[in-house]
């Protein structure tokens, strides 16, 4: 059974600082492995997708790496923003069994001005 | 113009009763996707339909009943409503679900509080 972790649970840092989110998966067999952005209240946003062949995909101030033979990910986050202050979701896409998305229990950014 | 929406966003309602929640995506995608994130912020599938067919049904209580009248639509009929159905209930869509190509996008969000 896939198992999606994601550590630290939660981070403050001083507004500036360049970051790393971390995210682990138990089972390399994936398709893809995707981060979303999760504001207070509000929905899901998709920020990076990284294929299974990819090692890395950037976006921004954003950066996404993909080692999937040690089943880790991890989400680079530079001069971070106040803005940037929500909580931070992986989701591993399946291969085996039910094509579904596997999410880990996000880790809660805070940027302090 | 809002790709993923969810009505209601705020649903307060006694255990025993039912209730539903509709989710429409206007991104001209195939496949729609119920999760549950519960009061530990987890987020789990519950159902997912490619083209009004259920795909994935993640052994989810008989009680929850999803129905797709077309592919633009998918809502979420609760019956019995229970304490432990209290979550927030989230819509999301994506082109299709056998390529690893596809993005999840999501709606805002139904906060199901059952008392």
């Known amino acids: 059974k896939q198992e999606v972790t994601q550590i630290p649970a939660a981070l403050s840092v001083p507004e500036g600082e360049n970051l790393v989110l971390n995210c682990s998966f138990t089972?390399?067999?994936?398709?893809?492995l995707q981060w979303f952005r999760q504001d207070p209240g509000k929905g899901l946003t998709s920020l990076l997708l990284?294929?299974?062949?990819?090692r890395e995909q950037t976006s921004g101030r954003l950066n996404a790496s993909l080692d999937k033979s040690s089943g880790r990910s991890t989400l680079y986050i530079a001069a971070s923003q106040p803005g940037d202050s929500a909580t931070y979701l992986c989701?591993?896409?399946?291969?085996?069994?039910?094509?579904?998305?596997?999410f880990g229990q996000g880790t809660r950014l805070t940027i302090n001005p | 113009d809002t790709a993923v929406s969810q009505t209601p966003k705020y649903l307060v309602t006694q255990m025993g009763n039912d209730k539903s929640i509709k989710c429409e995506q206007n991104?001209?995608?195939?496949?729609m996707y119920w999760y549950k994130q519960d009061s530990k912020k987890f987020l789990k599938i519950m159902f997912s339909?490619?083209?009004?067919?259920?795909?994935i049904n993640e052994t989810v209580p008989n009680r929850f009943s999803p129905k797709s009248p077309d592919k633009a639509h998918l809502n979420l009929h609760i019956n019995s409503l229970e304490l432990g159905d209290s979550a927030v209930y989230f819509c999301?869509?994506?082109?299709?679900?056998?390529?690893?190509?596809?993005?999840?996008?999501f709606g805002p969000g139904t906060r199901l509080t059952v008392t």
């Open positions: 999301a869509s994506s082109q299709g679900h056998h390529s690893d190509l596809y993005e999840q996008y």
């Open positions: 089972d390399s067999a994936i398709y893809n």
């Open positions: 990284i294929q299974s062949s990819q």
């Open positions: 989701a591993v896409w399946l291969v085996q069994g039910a094509q579904k998305l596997v």
């Open positions: 991104l001209g995608h195939d496949t």
């Open positions: 339909y490619n083209n009004k067919e259920l795909i």
